[in-house]
Every structure is written in structure tokens, then in C-alpha cells.
């Protein structure tokens, strides 16, 4: 397990041909084990137009009958013509042996990412406008907070934030409650901020062992700075993102 996410390979895009792109928004490795985001850019929405698309996403060891499901999470744009997938696939313990693979009805054909070569040159895009990170105290803390860096599409920018424990049932406790009905003036485990962009949609999820909210802003004009915020522990991370 690692605090700050190691970048095994960088975004790349999977599938360009007229009407669809597919890309990932970098594979990492991070403290709840290999993570991506999978973003779908359409001109018209896709021909089976459910509110959340079936994504089935797991990486496999060639030669072998075995695979690791990711769990995808789907965030949709619809006025933007995007989906956001984040996909979790826990702890890996090679993935210097492994092919990650896609499909949707969407797609015309299987997508794979092969992790054993490396990543083609300036295969894409996506751009990070900022890398993916870590929000550290000056204390040992009962969870690790990391984030996905900043994923930018022609439009819209895309982040997730999570926090994994460290300490059984520490995100059990009620400052990490997810649910509506938290109290008045008591912020949200996990939040991020982009003044002066506009929030289109925020989620928060989690459990006993993970608190995660995924984010999209529209895309800023200039230079902006951008804030994860951990409030349960305090933790703040500000890192500066180009227009």
C-alpha cells in the first residue's frame, strides 16, 4: 500500500473513430490497490440510452482463466456528451503481468490495455492538469487520502478523492456519515473545489473502509486553483490547474 498513488501508466486513448472515443484517465496504484477512470466521449447519446451504461472492466493474466472485476462507478454528463467510469479493481499483486480489459454495447469490440508494454507516445486525449496526489497531516492518520489528479476533457474536468482505512471501522463513525441527512453546517467527509468553475455534478460513496466522492467542473477559462479537502481529518491539498 502507498499514500501517494504511483502512475503505472499515463492517460491514453483506447478507441477514436467518428462518433465515439473511449480513453483512460491513467492507471494508478494507489492505497486501495489499481485504480482508473474511463471517460466516453459521444457527439449524440449512445444508441442504448440508460441512465447508467453497463461497463464490464477487469484485468486478466494472459494464458489464465482467472480475472479481477473492477467495481465501475459511472458519473454522466449528458449535455456534454460524456461519461465519467471510475473503476476500482483492489489490491493487485503484479500488475506488470496483466491486461485490462473493456466492454460496453457501445463499443464495436473488446478494448484492452496491455500493462506488460510500455504505453504508446502521445496516445492522448485526456491531459492532467494536475498530477494525482496525496492529502497528508503531520500525524499518523486513520485513513489515506488520495486523489486522481484533475482530468481534463475538451470541456469538462473530471477528480476523484478517496479515503481508505487504516484503522479498523474508523470510517464507521458518524463525521464520515454519507447519507442526506447529515446535520446543517456539517460539511461532507470529502469534498473539492474549483472556484470560480461550476460544480455540474458531485457523488460521495463509501463504507466501513472507504469514503470516495467523484466530481466534474466545467473546464476553466484560465489558471485556477483547485482544493481536495478531507474534513473529518483536517486535511486540505491546493494545487494550481492551467485554463
Not at 466530481?215 to 477559462?221: C, G, L, R, T, Y
Not at 489558471?223 to 491539498?237: H, V
Request: proline letters at 12%.
Amino acid at each position: 500500500m502507498t499514500d501517494r498513488p504511483v502512475v503505472i501508466r499515463p492517460p491514453e486513448t483506447l478507441l477514436e473513430e467518428p462518433g465515439k472515443r473511449l480513453s483512460h484517465g491513467g492507471i494508478l496504484d494507489t492505497s486501495a490497490g489499481l485504480f482508473t477512470v474511463l471517460v466516453f466521449e459521444y457527439p449524440s447519446p449512445p444508441a442504448h440510452a440508460e441512465s447508467v451504461p453497463s461497463w464490464t472492466v477487469y484485468l486478466t493474466e494472459p494464458g489464465t482463466r482467472h480475472a479481477v472485476l473492477a467495481l465501475p462507478r459511472t458519473m454522466a454528463a449528458p449535455d456534454h456528451s460524456v461519461h465519467f467510469i471510475a473503476c476500482s479493481f483492489g489490491t493487485v499483486p503484479d500488475p506488470a503481468r496483466l491486461v485490462m480489459v473493456v466492454q460496453h454495447h457501445d463499443l464495436p469490440r473488446l478494448q484492452t490495455v496491455d500493462l506488460r508494454t510500455p504505453a504508446p507516445a502521445g496516445h492522448g486525449a485526456l491531459s492532467w492538469l494536475a498530477a494525482p496526489g496525496a492529502l497528508r497531516g503531520t500525524g499518523t492518520e486513520p485513513a489515506r487520502v488520495w486523489h486522481c489528479g484533475l482530468l481534463r476533457t475538451p470541456t469538462l474536468v473530471f477528480t476523484h478523492l478517496e479515503a481508505n482505512s487504516t484503522v479498523p471501522e474508523a470510517l464507521a463513525t458518524p463525521e464520515w456519515d454519507l447519507s442526506p441527512y447529515r446535520s446543517e453546517g456539517n460539511p461532507r467527509p470529502l469534498a473539492a473545489d474549483f472556484t470560480p468553475s461550476r460544480l455540474l455534478h458531485g457523488t460521495s460513496t463509501g463504507n466501513d473502509q472507504f469514503s470516495s466522492y467523484d466530481a466534474i467542473f466545467d473546464a476553466p477559462e484560465t489558471a485556477a486553483p483547485f482544493a481536495w479537502t478531507c474534513a473529518p481529518l483536517g486535511l486540505s491539498t491546493t494545487q494550481p490547474a492551467q485554463g
